[in-house]
């Protein structure tokens, strides 16, 4: 009768079974799938209990879920055994094809380990297929061998089952449904599992683009809005430096449209003179303060701050471009460097100022070539009564060239002036139509007594039209500085020893001309001293040397012709 009823048996148990594969691999999420597993331990393959094992990313095994007694599933749900102590566990026992059974005559060893487990109790068993309540049945998950054809891939879990209904151990066909629903149930946890990342990238993958999305409205806003310029340049390519996107302030200092500033580069921007100071600017971190034309055609002083973004990871890069207007404090810088190196009074360059023009053009080597006489042992110095006009022979000067790798011994105290041109002086005894760096020390005859007579606004005033009248005398690119009192200095470069006569000539000339001061005219006169500078002295030693000539200049004429000439 059993035979016969076997068949029939068999047919219901694998609908049963076939409807709870169909159950675990329609589990909405990782979780509902590993109690279905469970369940349809239960409620397939006719064991009282149940319990899903799962492999976690360290390799230990958790208590996942568990069906058929509520009270065990409160007690060891979500309990860790170690790997080790499953590794032994299933490498024990008897092997029924994949599936591991330890009979209670061994398993005692294993009432100690880490493994969560649960004790039954009932009869000894009374035939020898009988099931004992201390007997362990596991049936581990494997997931499919990468090469198919049902090899065994990882371990994904082990399925723990007790108590078949029937009371007894499992037969062949019990065995092999149970290693069957092994199978697809490690199938379908791999496949809840790759679900639920696939789920939780997606959820990253939206969380990173609205990230990404506001922070592109930020960065929007912030280039947009923000009150100082801001410029998106390429990189690379035929179009680089090209302005690609420019914000309001930056169109709005340099009075130009969005779209005309996108037919521009900085370099077509920068003055001219500061195209250099561009260039070496660094595309990261780079910083320059340089001009930035205008639309009028005016140049405006910005502050160049630079730095590299890119669209993605490995998407072009474009050049970010941070311009703040430095205007007034470019202004103010200039204004307090020409207060610090100009005359507060005549506006011309001060003492200080003088010395570092002239220092400029000396250095401590000495050119071969034959230094001015000194005042002791000067020719008679020329009398500057006479209103000759002005030489107008302004040829270049006579530079003798010893810097450029012709080191004499001791060439070491030459070091930065590797491109220096030498400046030297016209021979002393005669004029043989050489140019040299002619130095005129000014002094006013006559400035004291104005001074103590009518006060001090009538000897500034006097002051400023003697500074005046001496620059409009003198050449573009020479130099009048006055020194203090009523001393000044004109530095003339590529005249001869008659070109600096005539000058000081004409200069005199201009100077003894009645000034309006105070609502009165008054006179001074001038004495001038001619020296010449030359590589290997110092600025002081010139100045010193022409005020040692004016003196004799003074001293030559007779004091009643002194303040008017």
């Given at each position: 009768m059993e035979t016969e009823s076997e068949p029939y048996v068999r047919l219901a148990s694998l609908r049963q079974l076939h409807q709870a594969m169909a159950d675990m691999n329609t589990a909405r999420s990782l979780a509902d799938t590993l109690q279905t597993v469970a369940d349809g331990v239960v409620g397939a393959l006719g064991y009282e209990l149940a319990c899903v094992n799962l492999v976690r990313p360290d390799g230990d095994l958790v208590v996942a879920a568990l069906a058929g007694n509520s009270a065990a599933e409160a007690l060891i749900t979500g309990r860790v055994g170690s790997r080790g102590s499953w590794d032994r566990r299933l490498n024990m026992g008897e092997r029924w094809g994949d599936l591991v059974f330890i009979p209670h005559t061994e398993g005692w060893v294993l009432d100690d380990d880490d493994v969560p487990q649960w004790y039954t109790d009932g009869p000894a068993p009374r035939f020898e297929d009988e099931w004992h309540p201390s007997d362990r049945l596991f049936a581990p998950m494997h997931a499919p061998g990468p090469q198919g054809g049902g090899t065994s891939g990882e371990l994904v879990g082990v399925l723990s089952v007790d108590r078949p209904r029937n009371g007894r151990r499992p037969g062949a066909w019990g065995r092999e449904a149970l290693q069957m629903y092994a199978f697809q149930a490690a199938i379908a946890i791999s496949n809840a599992r790759l679900r639920a990342n696939m789920q939780r990238?997606?959820?990253?993958?939206?969380r990173d683009q609205q990230a990404l999305r506001a922070s592109e409205e930020s960065f929007r806003q912030a280039f947009e809005y923000?009150?100082?310029?801001?410029?998106?340049?390429?990189?690379?390519?035929?179009?680089?430096?090209?302005?690609?996107?420019?914000?309001?302030?930056?169109?709005?200092?340099?009075?130009?449209?969005?779209?005309?500033?996108?037919?521009?580069?900085?370099?077509?921007?920068?003055?001219?003179?500061?195209?250099?100071?561009?260039?070496?600017?660094?595309?990261?971190?780079?910083?320059?303060?340089?001009?930035?034309?205008?639309?009028?055609?005016?140049?405006?002083?910005?502050?160049?701050?630079?730095?590299?973004?890119?669209?993605?990871?490995?998407?072009?890069?474009?050049?970010?471009?941070?311009?703040?207007?430095?205007?007034?404090?470019?202004?103010?810088?200039?204004?307090?460097?020409?207060?610090?190196?100009?005359?507060s009074l005549t506006g011309l360059p001060n003492s200080a100022e003088l010395r570092s023009r002239l220092s400029a053009r000396l250095c401590r080597q000495q050119p071969q070539s034959a230094p001015p006489a000194s005042v002791d042992s000067m020719e008679p110095f020329e009398s500057f009564d006479s209103a000759d006009s002005f030489g107008a022979a302004y040829g270049p000067p006579v530079f003798d060239r010893g810097h450029d790798f012709d080191f004499p011994p001791g060439a070491d105290q030459c070091e930065g002036y590797?491109?220096?041109?030498?400046?030297?002086?016209?021979?002393?005894?005669?004029?043989?139509?050489?140019?040299?760096?002619?130095?005129?020390?000014?002094?006013?005859?006559?400035?004291?007594?104005?001074?103590?007579?009518?006060?001090?606004?009538?000897?500034?005033?006097?002051?400023?039209?003697?500074?005046?009248?001496?620059?409009?005398?003198?050449?573009?690119?020479?130099?009048?500085?006055?020194?203090?009192?009523?001393?000044?200095?004109?530095?003339?470069?590529?005249?001869?020893?008659?070109?600096?006569?005539?000058?000081?000539?004409?200069?005199?000339?201009?100077?003894?001309?009645?000034?309006?001061?105070?609502?009165?005219?008054?006179?001074?006169?001038?004495?001038?001293?001619?020296?010449?500078?030359?590589?290997?002295?110092?600025?002081?030693?010139?100045?010193k040397s022409a005020d040692e000539r004016m003196y004799v200049e003074k001293r030559s004429r007779p004091k009643q012709h002194r303040r008017a000439g």
């Open positions: 990238a997606l959820v990253r993958l939206e923000a009150p100082s310029g801001m410029a998106i340049a390429e990189m690379g390519g035929d179009q680089h430096g090209r302005i690609l996107r420019t914000n309001d302030a930056l169109c709005r200092l340099l009075g130009r449209p969005a779209s005309a500033m996108r037919r521009y580069s900085f370099s077509d921007l920068v003055h001219p003179e500061d195209i250099g100071t561009l260039l070496r600017t660094s595309a990261e971190g780079g910083r320059a303060e340089l001009r930035l034309g205008r639309r009028d055609g005016t140049y405006v002083w910005v502050s160049l701050r630079n730095s590299v973004v890119a669209d993605a990871a490995d998407g072009p890069r474009f050049l970010l471009t941070h311009v703040e207007d430095i205007e007034e404090r470019k202004r103010r810088e200039l204004q307090l460097a020409h207060r610090a190196s100009h005359d590797d491109h220096h041109v030498h400046t030297v002086a016209p021979a002393a005894e005669f004029d043989d139509g050489a140019k040299g760096l002619a130095v005129l020390f000014c002094d006013l005859d006559g400035f004291k007594s104005i001074n103590d007579r009518f006060g001090h606004n009538a000897g500034d005033a006097v002051l400023i039209e003697v500074a005046r009248r001496l620059s409009n005398g003198v050449r573009d690119g020479d130099t009048v500085a006055r020194l203090g009192g009523d001393e000044f200095v004109i530095l003339a470069d590529g005249l001869g020893r008659a070109d600096a006569q005539d000058l000081a000539v004409r200069l005199r000339n201009e100077i003894i001309q009645p000034i309006r001061a105070e609502g009165r005219a008054v006179r001074v006169g001038a004495s001038f001293g001619i020296g010449w500078a030359h590589c290997g002295m110092t600025a002081d030693e010139v100045l």
